[in-house]
Nanobody
């Protein structure tokens, strides 16, 4: 059974970078649509990025487009989220999960295997 674990969160100043990791256990991430989600205090969970099972396409929420990049390692065990030019409004708990897909494209909707989350705080 696939289990996911996020890491890499922390405190970062506005404008700074951070890279999150989503590591798989119990199975690889090969042929699996994986996404990143976040939940800020007092708000609902937001899908922000996903990568399709064959790595042929990616999807980003408007709020992070141009600043965040999702990728998968060649061993198919880890998905990364490179976050650049971070803003205070990016402060949230970040989760990874298996996502839904439609005609070969991943969707920003979580399906299963949610991790425990990693806290990202953007503050000076």
């Amino acid at each position: 059974q696939l289990r996911l674990a996020e890491s890499g969160g922390g405190l970062v100043q506005p404008g700074g970078p951070l890279r999150l990791s989503c590591a798989a256990a119990g199975a690889t991430l090969e042929n699996t649509d994986i996404g990143w989600f976040r939940q800020a205090p007092g708000k609902g969970r937001e899908g922000i990025s996903c990568i399709s099972r064959d790595d042929s396409n990616t999807n980003y929420a408007d709020s992070v487009k141009g600043r965040f990049t999702i990728s998968r390692d060649s061993a198919k065990t880890t998905v990364y989220l490179q976050m650049n030019n971070l803003r205070p409004e990016d402060t949230a708990i970040y989760y990874c999960a298996v996502t839904f897909a439609d005609r070969g494209r991943c969707l920003l909707r979580g399906l299963a295997s949610w991790g425990q989350g990693t806290q990202v705080t953007v503050s000076s």
